[in-house]
């Protein structure tokens, strides 16, 4: 079989990073010394890297995060109060693995999305699915899936998500329907995936925020009973940038 015919098969066979690296083989004639088993493992090797980072790109396509913010960048000023220590541990994912929660809270402009949207491409970069949402656009999602009959199929879809990120709580008032529906989505999802939640309200006055007694002991039980708190101090980090 001539090379062309075996790049071809690899295309039939969707091996594109072992077709590329088997083409860079061929244009680097000191790799001819290499005996087979070394040049066959340089294959494979190229051709799980490429199925991981396609992954990557898929599930950073799905996360749809409102900043792309990597964990590279992350600013530790005092004036933030964020600590090192705690940082490194979310980094990890193990809470993401463990099905607990992180709730980041703080004023507006010290960074609460850019933060959940690092854990979240730190997720991406360890293979984990992730989906971001604004709170207010997602309980319109549901409205309108409850109209067009499709509510149980969204809230399976947001079940599946093994990390979700929920911003902006606490900045529009909820629904009554609004609540019900935020309690169904976390309580599908407790014990069973992480959720990060960001909000400009600290996490006391949730409870009060949402203004039904009943449904905010649930959905707080829910979001506090095994979390990670976070909460950023500073000056508007959008101030420093102007």
């Not at 075996?6 to 290499?34: F, I």
Request: charged share 30%; with cysteine.
């Amino acid at each position: 079989m001539s090379i062309e015919a075996t790049l071809r098969k690899m295309d039939d066979l969707k091996l594109k990073g072992m077709r590329d690296a088997l083409r860079q083989q061929l244009e680097t004639p000191n790799l001819g010394d290499m005996i087979f088993e070394d040049r066959l493992a340089m294959l494979v090797d190229a051709e799980e890297l490429y199925r991981l980072n396609s992954r990557k790109e898929r599930l950073l396509r799905a996360a749809k995060l409102r900043v792309h913010a990597h964990p590279e960048d992350l600013s530790y000023g005092v004036e933030r109060d964020l600590d090192k220590a705690k940082m490194a541990r979310l980094l990890s994912c193990d809470w993401i693995h463990r099905n607990q929660n992180v709730l980041i809270t703080g004023k507006s402009g010290t960074g609460k999305t850019w933060l959940g949207c690092c854990l979240g491409m730190q997720a991406v970069r360890n293979g984990i699915s992730v989906s971001y949402r604004m709170v207010s656009r997602l309980l319109e999602e549901f409205e309108l899936a409850r109209i067009e009959g499709t509510a149980p199929r969204l809230r399976a879809k947001y079940r599946r998500a093994d990390l979700l990120i929920l911003d902006d709580f606490g900045v529009s008032k909820l629904k009554a329907v609004g609540k019900h529906d935020l309690l169904e989505l976390l309580d599908d999802r407790i014990g069973e995936r992480a959720t990060i939640v960001c909000g400009q309200l600290p996490v006391e006055n949730w409870h009060a925020f949402i203004d039904n007694p009943t449904i905010a002991d649930a959905i707080l039980d829910r979001l506090t009973s095994a979390a990670h708190r976070i909460e950023l101090s500073g000056q508007s980090l959008r101030r420093k940038v102007v």
